[in-house]
């Protein structure tokens, strides 16, 4: 209730500001947020594939070994083809990049896949990818 003369604000009008001001502020913090968890992601699929693309290079490469494959495989930083899964962890996030290819004996397709947690800390994020060698 205002008098004649009174140049104040109200406790009230002062709340409303408050809360209209901070339900701004979380709104952009929200987005914000959302925005850089998004940005995180594209980034580490951006590395995965280029981590499954750099095994498909391999795979092209010594594809008669790899036809021969039975369990899956990996090529290894020193480029050689292993069973050892654990040898194929590139990348610099905690808990890393898990490569590994599997050969489907039947027409010769292999499945080169890349497995990571992801960056909202949620679970794990996956990439495939199918290559087919016509021997």
């Known amino acids: 209730m ?6 104040g604000d109200t406790i009230v009008e002062v709340l409303i500001a408050l809360v209209v ?4 502020m979380a709104g ?3 987005s914000s947020n959302r925005s850089l968890i998004n940005s995180r992601q594209a980034q580490e699929r951006g590395e995965a594939l ?3 693309e750099g095994q498909l290079e391999q795979l092209k490469n010594n594809a008669n070994q790899a036809l021969m494959q039975t369990t899956p ?3 290894a930083s020193d480029r050689s083809l292993t069973t050892d899964l654990t040898r194929c962890k590139p990348g610099s996030i905690p ?3 898990k490569l590994s290819i599997s050969h489907d004996n039947t027409n010769n397709v292999f499945t080169v896949q ?13 990439l495939k990818i199918l290559y087919r060698i016509n021997p």
Do not use: E, H, I
Request: proline share 0%; hydrophobic share 40%; aromatic share 20%.
């Open 114 to 126: 890349a497995v990571w947690d992801n960056a909202a800390g949620t679970g794990t994020d996956q």
């Open 28 to 30: 952009a913090f929200v």
């Open 21 to 24: 001001v901070s339900t701004v």
């Open 95 to 97: 808990g890393g990049y």
């Open 2 to 7: 205002r008098y004649l003369g009174n140049k």
């Open 73 to 75: 495989f990996c090529f």
């Open 50 to 52: 280029k981590y499954v």
